[in-house]
């Protein structure tokens, strides 16, 4: 089966994990909203990140920072200057467009190889746009002026006055909540190194770029874990990390062949050393989450832009340090996609129909069970069963349609079960249960119900 990205959008349209974001607007670009079914998968693929690095984890505490941050934060973190996109706006069609990404497009197209065009500088990107003639890719003149550079932070201003001093930002990620936050729960929650921060939440990159649906959006979720270690520690846990990671993403049904680690070639002057985990997307192999040994640079560079102490001082030892972080991080909505990805399945069945049926791990199916009544006298019985099922985890009613309609809603949205009242049911008091992905029927006492679902949805 071939998944393309255009037929995934439209199945998340249609059934409703995702939608085009301010839709009856003609929506607003690279802005998605989730659905009845998306908002719960989302929600359960951060209670599972959440379980296995916060909850499974002896030392890491959980932070929820303030989206908005004292401006000296991105002056410390080094984004107010360099955080930004090179960008050309071409004089003929005012199409503005990143120059790295024109070079980048030209040498596929000409397969010329042997540059990184997101290393040049902007004098090196001037130059190669200027001897090629790269044209732009809306008219296909090439007449661009030159390269300006637009800061990705969105702006935003507290208060009526209009004073720059009043201006600030909505965070471009979530790792500074944590640094910000090291000495508070070091002292509240009496950490010892090696300890971790962990956080989700909301992040805001001001880029033009296509974002091929949910997988680059200017709104994003992040999951992220910051380990604080002691220098000679950092380069173990960076690939003690590396495997958690993986095994996460293993652990949640991803085969092993579509993923794969990818160094950094390039890292940043403070980093010792950096990866990504790649997923083969439809669109080819790209970015999942990172993992990054970051040295003691975001301590120590809050250090210097506060004036706050950020040195460890070891009970054991009496040893003095500013710890080293290792950084792991994975974006929720990518790894949402990821999953769809993952999940979607077009199956031949017996009798020549066809089914699409996402094959989520049951932890991240949006509903657990699936109520369907086999006839109108039944409702009453299904509707008892159903509300008392509701109070363990989520799950739906279905009472319209055939049955064979009523499988093939569910198997769309990935219900791991379909519990089926008959009139045997009202006799003693057992229900058939029938499995998302074999399709093969058990029957069950009502009692025992619970325990059967709860067991198989475990993460
Ligand atoms: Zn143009």
Avoid at 5 to 25: A, E, P
Avoid at 67 to 84: D, K, P, Q, Y
Avoid at 338 to 351: F, I, P, S
Avoid at 419 to 441: A, G, H, K, P
């Amino acid at each position: 089966m071939n998944l393309t990205m255009d037929k995934l959008v439209n199945h998340c349209k249609t059934v409703g994990f995702v939608y085009r974001g301010s839709d009856i607007y003609d929506g607003l670009a690279n802005t998605w909203d989730y659905g009845p079914v998306g908002v719960e998968l989302k929600n359960n693929i951060k209670k599972a990140w959440w379980k296995r690095f916060v909850q499974e984890s002896d030392n890491t505490f959980g932070v929820d920072a303030a989206i908005l941050m004292n401006s000296r934060v991105w002056e410390a973190s080094g984004h107010t200057t360099g955080f930004s996109d090179p960008k050309m706006d071409c004089k003929e069609c005012k199409m503005r467009e990143r120059a790295d990404n024109l070079v980048e497009e030209y040498c596929k197209k000409h397969k010329i190889t042997g540059l990184t065009p997101d290393a040049m500088s902007n004098e090196e990107l001037e130059k190669f746009i200027e001897e090629h003639k790269v044209p732009c890719p809306k008219c296909g003149k090439s007449n661009w002026t030159p390269i300006r550079n637009f800061n990705l932070m969105f702006e935003t201003s507290r208060g009526v006055t209009d004073e720059s001093q009043n201006k600030i930002y909505l965070r471009p990620e979530t790792a500074q909540g944590e640094f910000v936050n090291f000495l508070n729960v070091q002292r509240t929650s009496r950490a010892k190194v090696p300890f971790g921060i962990a956080q989700i939440g909301k992040a805001f990159r001001n880029e033009i770029t296509p974002g091929n649906f949910i997988f680059r959006t200017i709104e994003f979720e992040q999951m992220e874990h910051q380990l604080f270690c002691k220098q000679e520690d950092a380069q173990k846990f960076y690939e003690e990390y590396k495997q958690k990671a993986m095994q996460f993403l293993l652990d949640l049904g991803f085969p092993r062949e579509n993923l794969r680690y990818k160094d950094h070639d390039k890292l940043a002057h403070y980093a010792k050393a950096a990866c990504d985990i790649q997923y083969l997307f439809p669109v080819g192999w790209e970015e999942l989450n990172g993992i990054h040994h970051r040295s003691n640079y975001d301590l120590s560079r809050h250090q210097e832009f506060s004036g706050k102490n950020m040195t460890y001082l070891d009970p054991q030892t009496g040893e003095k340090y500013i710890p080293n972080d290792i950084e792991y991080s994975i974006g929720c909505d990518r790894l949402l996609l990821a999953t769809l990805c993952n999940a979607y399945d077009e199956e031949t069945l017996d009798g020549g129909d066809t089914r699409v049926v996402m094959h989520f791990h049951p932890f991240l199916a949006p509903y657990k069970v699936a109520v369907l009544p086999l006839q109108k006298d039944l409702n009453d019985k299904a509707r008892e069963i159903y509300r008392n099922l509701q109070k363990h985890f989520m799950c739906t009613i279905d009472e319209a349609g055939s049955i064979g309609k009523r499988y093939r809603r569910q198997d769309q949205i990935g219900t791991p079960y379909c519990l089926t009242v008959d009139f045997d049911t009202l006799q003693d008091n057992t229900v058939t249960l029938r499995d998302r992905d074999s399709m093969e029927q058990v029957r069950l006492p009502l009692d025992q119900v619970v325990s059967y679902i709860v067991e198989k949805i475990q993460f």
